[in-house]
């Protein structure tokens, strides 16, 4: 390939990225609002909690005032929760599961922690001062119907304008997602656990 024929493809090239660029530039002009999202982390894949606390760490980085409860892990010595102490003046997380409900076994004892998270969720939404909330795996009380969900759908539809919330878990409700701003669902490809390999640290927790 000659000199001539590698400028005229790099050419092309810049021309391309060009127009690509001044469509994309005329597309985000159209973008003007800014407001709280409610965000939906669901599917069977690995990674919903995962990227959720990544926001969280975002936010940290923007000063942002964040608060996070944990509606199943409660009983999990878990490395975000070391790293997040170190930020106690902008992070507020509460663990407040007691592990998923083949480890308590007890219905009744469930649907009382399910109620005291979302208590503590609800007076969280209602504090001006939090910028974020993560309601962590509050699909899976959802799912066993340990809360009611035209509550849940309610409140969630009349958060402050200006806050974000992030709901993770598997098997989101239908109504959740319809009042969703964004959704992502994560699918699962392959996991280690089915070749036996046990819930790591720095992976699982």
């Avoid at 660029?21 to 069977?44: C, D, N, P, Q, S």
């Avoid at 007890?106 to 609800?122: G, Q, S, Y």
């Avoid at 304008?161 to 994560?186: C, F, S």
Wanted: hydrophobic share 45%; with cysteine.
């Amino acid at each position: 390939m000659t000199q001539q024929t590698e400028d005229e493809i790099n050419a092309r090239h810049a021309e391309k990225m060009a127009k690509r660029k001044a469509a994309r530039a005329k597309m985000l002009a159209t973008k003007t609002e800014e407001r709280g999202l409610l965000i939906v982390h669901t599917g069977l894949g690995k990674g919903k909690s995962t990227a959720a606390f990544g926001m969280v760490m975002r936010c940290i980085g923007h000063g942002f005032k964040t608060g996070i409860i944990q509606f199943t892990k409660g009983k999990w010595e878990t490395g975000e929760r070391r790293v997040l102490d170190r930020f106690a003046d902008l992070v507020t997380c509460r663990a407040m599961g007691e592990g998923f409900t083949w480890d308590t076994q007890d219905r009744v004892r469930d649907i009382a922690a399910a109620r005291a998270a979302w208590e503590t969720a609800k007076a969280m939404m209602a504090d001006p001062g939090y910028k974020f909330i993560l309601l962590d795996e509050l699909n899976i009380v959802l799912r066993y119907d340990y809360l009611p969900l035209d509550e849940i759908v309610a409140t969630l539809s009349a958060k402050p304008r200006d806050l974000h919330v992030v709901v993770t878990g598997r098997n989101a409700k239908p109504e959740l997602l319809e009042i969703a701003d964004l959704v992502t669902e994560m699918t699962l490809v392959k996991h280690p656990f089915r070749a036996g390999v046990k819930a790591q640290a720095g992976i699982e927790f």
